[in-house]
């Protein structure tokens, strides 16, 4: 990421998620915006997966809902993708080349008025939820990534037009989110109530239905992400130190936690890490 680009998110609150076994390569990064606010609304990848992949092993993540355009003329088509609460291969359906359009949390909710918690741990073909017209085709047809950015800028400003459901409520979750964030998902739920005045009850309600997953397991994702991204950042921090910074109850703990997540413990997990960085030195 740019040091701009990566200044710009930490202003506004704004994280991205690590993937690392991904067999994929992300190119021409940009952003969707919030029509009337001017707000990241979205991250746009174009994604590239390896010839003999058939899925993207995905961890998860952060609360992101990503939608999968595929850039196949021939079959042009797009897949929401839910939010995961435990680790598992998300098929690519036969393309290879797509469009990843990320949505930050709570987003994908306020532009098309659909409760995240429907593709929760799945994937779904984006037209059994809205009217998508000639969107496919155009996308796959555009000439470059600047060209996609405008036909989905312009489609996200058509939805949220006539997609006022909760108007008053739009900027709770993201709010909500990047306070969490700031704190590596170490909120508990009666301090939001607490900050928000509002109940826990409904709390509950309104996260689950625009990140997908309840405020624990949001919470539990984000504190998950936070280890694995200082793991990512430098394989040799001592796990304790990981443990203690991401704010888990000791290293025991979060050996336990990080295995859940990604099958291996993070002793194993950094030992590859090193490894791969040493055969990236030797070439």
């Given at each position: 990421?740019?040091?701009a ?7 506004q ?23 009337e ?13 390896e ?17 999968q ?14 939010l ?7 098929p ?19 532009i ?10 799945t994937?779904?073909?984006?037209e ?8 496919y085709?155009?996308l ?7 060209a ?11 939805w949220?037009?006539h997609s ?10 993201p709010?909500?989110i ?8 170490l909120?508990q ?23 997908g ?5 949001a ?8 280890s ?12 304790a130190?990981?443990a ?7 290293q025991?703990?979060?050996?336990r ?12 997990f ?11 030195e030797?070439?």
């Amino acid at each position: 990421m740019k040091e701009a680009e990566e200044q710009v998110l930490e202003k506004q609150g704004v994280g991205l998620s690590a993937q690392p076994f991904w067999q994929a390569r992300k190119t021409k990064r940009c952003f969707l915006k919030e029509p009337e606010r001017g707000e990241n609304i979205a991250v746009l990848y174009e994604l590239d997966a390896e010839p003999q992949a058939k899925g993207l092993y995905s961890v998860p993540g952060i609360g992101l809902l990503g939608v999968q355009f595929s850039l196949d003329q021939e079959c042009p088509s797009a897949m929401v993708c839910g939010l995961l609460t435990q680790t598992k291969e998300v098929p690519l359906y036969g393309t290879h080349h797509t469009l990843l359009c990320q949505f930050f949390p709570g987003r994908f909710t306020q532009i098309f008025g659909i409760p995240c918690s429907a593709v929760t741990d799945t994937e779904a073909p984006l037209e059994d939820f809205i009217q998508v017209g000639s969107l496919y085709e155009e996308l796959a047809a555009a000439p470059d990534m600047p060209a996609r950015q405008a036909l989905l800028q312009q489609f996200i400003g058509r939805w949220q037009n006539h997609s006022r459901r909760n108007a008053g409520n739009e900027r709770l979750v993201p709010a909500l989110i990047e306070a969490a964030l700031h704190k590596h998902g170490l909120v508990q739920l009666h301090e939001l109530e607490q900050e928000t005045g509002y109940s826990g009850r409904y709390l509950q309600t309104i996260i689950r239905e625009k990140v997908g997953v309840s405020p624990k397991i949001a919470l539990n994702n984000m504190q998950f992400q936070d280890s694995l991204q200082r793991l990512l950042r430098d394989p040799d921090m001592p796990l304790a130190a990981i443990a203690q910074a991401s704010g888990y109850y000791d290293q025991s703990y979060f050996t336990r936690k990080f295995k859940e997540y990604m099958g291996v413990t993070p002793a194993v997990f950094a030992a590859r890490l090193r490894h791969v960085k040493l055969l990236e030195e030797s070439i």
